[in-house]
Nanobody, 131 residues
Framework: QVQVVESGGDLVQAGGSLRLSCTAS????????MGWFRQAPGKEREGVSC?????????YYADSVKGRFTISRDNAKNTLYLQMNNLKPEDTAMYFC???????????????????????WGQGTQVTVSS
């Protein structure tokens, strides 16, 4: 059974940094795309970033986080990271880690728009950025 657990969320001032972590268990995920989504109160869940180990760790970022967030993964630890710098109040949201259920699916903006059931999800970690 696949389990996904996020950590690292916190309350931080605008301009600050946080590093989120996500550990998947119950399998080996190096050939699966993994990514981060976020959902603010009253808003739809949005894709933030994804990464796949093929093609030299190809990554995708939403325009709203480009240049500020960096995604990375440690396949030996089945762990995904999201380094978030220069945080803004609009980054406040619950952040979710997602693991693709299908191997070798490409990481792109389209990957973040698949049906909900195409992913394994974690419970989320709260990021709050104060102004």
């Amino acid at each position: 059974q696949v389990q996904v657990v996020e950590s690292g969320g916190d309350l931080v001032q605008a301009g600050g940094s946080l590093r989120l972590s996500c550990t998947a268990s119950g399998g080996t995920f190096d050939v699966y795309t993994m990514g981060w989504f976020r959902q603010a109160p009253g808003k739809e869940r949005e894709g933030v970033s994804c990464i796949i180990s093929r093609s030299f760790f190809t990554a995708y970022y939403a325009d709203s986080v480009k240049g500020r967030f960096t995604i990375s993964r440690d396949n030996a630890k089945n762990t995904l990271y999201l380094q978030m710098n220069n945080l803004k109040p609009e980054d406040t949201a619950m952040y979710f880690c997602a693991v693709d259920r299908i191997l070798y699916r490409s990481c792109s903006g389209s990957w973040t728009k698949q049906p909900y059931d195409n992913y394994y999800w974690g419970q989320g970690t709260q990021v709050t950025v104060s102004s």
